[in-house]
């Protein structure tokens, strides 16, 4: 079974509005760890955000929110304002602490800004 | 340089050669990681150091040779690819085995 799911092939949005992409995941470790990244066409993977299974707050980081549902095993990426340069593919992954502590990455869900 | 950094950005190689990808890191991490990114699939770990010793090895085709002779630097040797074989090849970090990595901007490898 997967461990994590982005249905989203592809998205558009217009620039400067608000985008969620989604991202559920599948454990049993009760301490785990979520996480986005981005990936344009250089081919670069670049770190986004992080949630950790017990945090009780969604993270943020500058355009960046993470919404946190773990009843729902959901780990969305919210982006506000969205720029032209956020056109990219969008990577969710987890680590599971007690269960090698590697990465599981996602397919992705690639991202397009409209001007 | 600040980063991780991998050479070369593109390789294209015979089914025969035997080449090397390199993968370098100035973050002082401990922990240092290759992936295959194929066309259509989700990015597949395929090597993971920590303080230098191989912690996992995922299966991969032993015409895939991994090796870290230091905690800043980390090799992929390649011999008898095959076709199926091209793909972007990913090197990360993290500070320990299981944070957040930080990854170089891949080689895009071709096998003819």
């Known amino acids: 079974a997967q461990k994590i799911t982005q249905t989203q092939p592809g998205m558009f949005v217009q620039e400067k509005e608000a985008v969620t992409l989604d991202c559920t995941y599948d454990?049993?470790?009760?301490?785990?760890?979520l996480f986005w990244y981005k990936q344009p066409s250089s081919g670069e993977m670049i770190f986004l955000i992080y949630?950790?299974?017990?945090?009780?707050q969604n993270a943020t980081e500058g355009r960046y929110s993470l919404n946190f549902q773990k009843a729902r095993k959901s780990a969305n990426l919210v982006i506000s304002a969205s720029q032209l340069g956020d056109s990219a593919m969008y990577f969710c992954a987890m680590r599971e602490v007690n269960y090698g502590q590697n990465f599981v990455f996602g397919p992705g869900t690639r991202l397009s800004v409209l001007p | 340089e600040t980063g991780v950094t991998q050479t070369p950005r593109h390789l294209v190689m015979g089914m025969t050669n035997k080449k090397s990808l390199k993968c370098e890191q100035h973050l002082g991490h401990n922990a240092m990681y290759w992936y295959k990114q194929s066309a259509k699939k989700p990015l597949e770990l395929m090597f993971v150091y920590s303080l230098e010793e191989r912690v996992e090895n995922n299966s991969v085709p032993s015409r895939f040779s991994p090796e870290c002779p230091n905690s800043s630097h980390l090799f992929l040797h390649l011999h008898t690819l095959q076709p199926e074989d091209s793909a972007l090849y990913l090197c990360a970090s993290s500070q320990d085995h299981g944070d957040e990595q930080f990854f170089g901007p891949g080689t895009r490898l071709t096998v003819l």
């Open positions: 949630q950790g299974s017990y945090d009780e």
């Open positions: 454990t049993s470790d009760q301490s785990y760890g």
